[in-house]
T-cell receptor, first 117, second 113 residues
Framework: NAGVTQTPKFQVLKTGQSMTLQCAQD?????MYWYRQDPGMGLRLIYY???????DKGEVPNGYNVSRLNKREFSLRLESAAPSQTSVYFC????????????????FGDGTRLSIL | QQPVQSPQAVILREGEDAVINCSSS?????VHWYRQKHGEAPVFLMI???GGEQKGHEKISASFNEKKQQSSLYLTASQLSYSGTYFC??????????????WGLGTSLAVNP
């Protein structure tokens, strides 16, 4: 049972390069999330998707774009990487059916450690 | 607005108890607790939905006081495996149907033999 799978696990980019972080879940979850985690900053929501075909901005969306390709997959794109985007990126999913109902337990992937030089 | 967790860090000896608090300036719809071990992903512990509700997971339990807009996580007879960073996430009524889970900065817990 894979759960939430993120690729790649590690990546080093140069400033200005672009890249897409991939996330797939096999739990038939409706909601998917992208977070970044920086030392001392906790988890900050970048974008989320309440269902296939919908995406919404979180707390820190600038410099990122997302695509909910289908129910399983939710990708995060950095169009022009900046050193400030060096971080650990987590993808998560849950059964929550927005907008009604409370948030449900989120299942996290192992993370992508991204360094931008 | 981000919930405030206290303390920021705590060191215990195996078998000791600890309490971690999570406070918000907003009326809370739910409080979520997660634990993250170093270099790993956060793992769900429990959700509290109603005021005064208490839930348990192993020897970890939590309470939710709606009036005080806070939740407390109780770790009883701590084990080495409890070490990690504990995060609370809160949902606020004020955000209506656009409720997001807002995370605290975490409490680092170290349990020593």
């Amino acid at each position: 049972n894979a759960g939430v799978t993120q690729t790649p696990k590690f990546q080093v980019l140069k400033t200005g390069q672009s890249m897409t972080l991939q996330c797939a879940q096999d739990m038939n979850h409706n909601s998917m999330y992208w977070y970044r985690q920086d030392p001392g900053m906790g988890l900050r929501l970048i974008y989320y998707s309440a269902s296939e075909g919908t995406t919404d901005k979180g707390e820190v969306p600038n410099g990122y774009n997302v695509s909910r390709l289908n129910k399983r997959e939710f990708s995060l794109r950095l169009e022009s990487a900046a050193p400030s985007q060096t971080s650990v990126y987590f993808c998560a999913s849950s059964t929550r059916r927005a907008p009604v109902g409370p948030h449900q337990p989120q299942h996290f992937g192992d993370g992508t450690r991204l360094s931008i030089l | 607005q981000q919930p405030v967790q206290s303390p920021q860090a705590v060191i215990l000896r195996e078998g000791e108890d600890a309490v971690i608090n999570c406070s918000s300036s907003k009326a809370l719809y739910s409080v979520h607790w997660y634990r993250q071990k170093h270099g790993e992903a956060p793992v769900f512990l429990m959700i509290l939905l109603k005021g005064g509700e208490q839930k348990g997971h192993e020897k970890i339990s939590a309470s939710f006081n709606e009036k005080k807009q806070q939740s407390s996580l109780y770790l009883t007879a701590s084990q080495l495996s409890y070490s990690g960073t504990y995060f609370c996430g809160t949902e606020s009524y004020r955000d209506g149907n656009n409720r997001k889970l807002i995370w605290g900065l975490g409490t680092s817990l170290a349990v020593n033999p």
